[in-house]
């Protein structure tokens, strides 16, 4: 066994002075191998007055001094300025064992104004199954502040409603994984492709032996690996370094409508086409003119709207795209003319629609 180790050390640093592929653990997961959304419903306390007074709030203050066996008497409701009632929610890692921790994000459910300087009591944190797999408590970290005059006027400063606490919470159920089951696992591709998973096999079965690797679909590659755990796990830890050039991405342009964002991938090509693209540019002016009797006539002053509108359009620049114009000349070409964002979104569109652009057009 240190024989093969030893051969998979070699074989990766050989591999590794590739730059122009990436290591199987940047490009793929391990099916079965993932992590656990957490949440939970807890109070902060110890707020300097910027708490809340919901009916919730009050519920669960009541529920908790019950556990204590503290008894409020009928009818009373408790003034909870210094108290908040918060969801609580975390990831659990794949692997993770009980009595390790694990950092929590708290965050106000009412109207409190500020969780800054307070505690979270012990916190229950959930799965979807309906278990405790961890227990949260501590003193939470809160980034942003708020401050508020007598005026009404205020300032705030990031967000003071929620807050996190590093280490805050307690793992005190693990989750079984199937890592360990059966004679093989399956990578799962970050990017479906085709010729990523085809390479990605390649890869594996020119380092380990043939028939090691077999692609599955676009997304999964299936891996034979030894039933010992410890053999598979130095087995994976070879593997997750192999390097693989992953294939081109497809030729898409993205368009953020509402950022004015655009992105366009470097195999995006164009088709001959010619463009011109003008800017309108409408002005409207809104004046008060005052109306003015004579003093002997028995009218009365009024007021009186005048507006002005002007129209006015820029000169139209015309520029001419080549058959297979490549992103560096596109890029070129819209510089010099000088679009606008809006402008540049506008005229992409029209090249997709008249059939020049060789690739997808998103807009998010």
């Given at each position: 066994m240190k024989a093969i180790v030893t051969f998979f050390v070699v074989c990766t640093l050989v591999m590794s002075q590739n730059s122009f592929a990436d290591r199987v653990k940047d490009i793929a997961s391990i099916q079965g191998v993932r992590s656990n959304h957490l949440i939970g419903y807890g109070l902060v306390v110890g707020l300097d007055g910027t708490g809340e007074q919901t009916a919730y709030t009050a519920q669960a203050f009541k529920t908790m001094l019950n556990r204590f066996g503290i008894t409020l008497p009928q009818g009373l409701n408790p003034k909870l300025k210094n108290v908040a009632a918060v969801a609580v929610h975390a990831e659990l890692p794949p692997f993770i064992k009980p009595g390790q921790t694990i950092d929590i994000t708290v965050s106000s459910l009412g109207n409190a104004k500020s969780l800054r300087g307070g505690a979270l009591l012990l916190t229950p944190l959930k799965a979807v199954d309906g278990q405790i797999y961890a227990l949260a408590q501590g003193n939470m970290v809160v980034g942003g502040f708020g401050a508020e005059g007598r005026d009404g006027s205020s300032v705030t400063v990031n967000i003071p409603t929620a807050g996190r606490i590093p280490n805050g919470a307690i793992v005190e159920r693990s989750v079984a994984s199937s890592f360990a089951d059966g004679d093989h696992f399956i990578f799962n591709l970050n990017q479906p492709d085709f010729t990523t998973a085809r390479r990605l096999a390649k890869?594996?079965?020119?380092?380990?032996?043939?028939?090691?690797?077999?692609?599955?679909?676009?997304?999964?590659?299936?891996?034979?690996?030894?039933?010992?755990?410890?053999?598979?796990?130095?087995?994976?830890?070879?593997?997750?370094?192999?390097?693989?050039?992953?294939?081109?991405?497809?030729?898409?342009?993205?368009?953020?409508?509402?950022?004015?964002?655009?992105?366009?991938?470097?195999?995006?090509?164009?088709?001959?086409?010619?463009?011109?693209?003008?800017?309108?540019?409408?002005?409207?002016?809104?004046?008060?003119?005052?109306?003015?009797?004579?003093?002997?006539?028995?009218?009365?002053?009024?007021?009186?709207?005048?507006?002005?509108?002007?129209?006015?359009?820029?000169?139209?620049?015309?520029?001419?795209?080549?058959?297979?114009?490549?992103?560096?000349?596109?890029?070129?070409?819209?510089?010099?003319?000088?679009?606008?964002?809006?402008?540049?979104?506008?005229?992409?569109?029209?090249?997709?629609?008249?059939?020049?652009?060789?690739?997808?057009?998103?807009?998010?």
């Open positions: 890869a594996i079965n020119e380092f380990v032996g043939p028939q090691t690797a077999k692609p599955m679909d676009a997304t999964s590659v299936k891996v034979s690996a030894p039933r010992d755990v410890s053999h598979r796990v130095a087995f994976m830890s070879a593997l997750e370094n192999v390097q693989v050039e992953p294939a081109d991405s497809s030729s898409k342009i993205i368009i953020n409508s509402r950022t004015g964002t655009i992105v366009v991938g470097k195999n995006v090509r164009l088709k001959e086409a010619a463009v011109a693209h003008g800017s309108l540019v409408v002005t409207i002016a809104e004046a008060q003119q005052v109306s003015q009797p004579n003093p002997l006539a028995q009218g009365e002053t009024t007021v009186t709207q005048q507006s002005q509108a002007a129209v006015a359009q820029e000169d139209a620049k015309m520029f001419h795209f080549d058959p297979g114009v490549s992103l560096d000349e596109l890029v070129r070409a819209v510089n010099a003319v000088g679009a606008a964002p809006g402008d540049l979104m506008a005229i992409l569109e029209a090249l997709k629609q008249a059939g020049a652009i060789q690739g997808q057009l998103v807009v998010i």
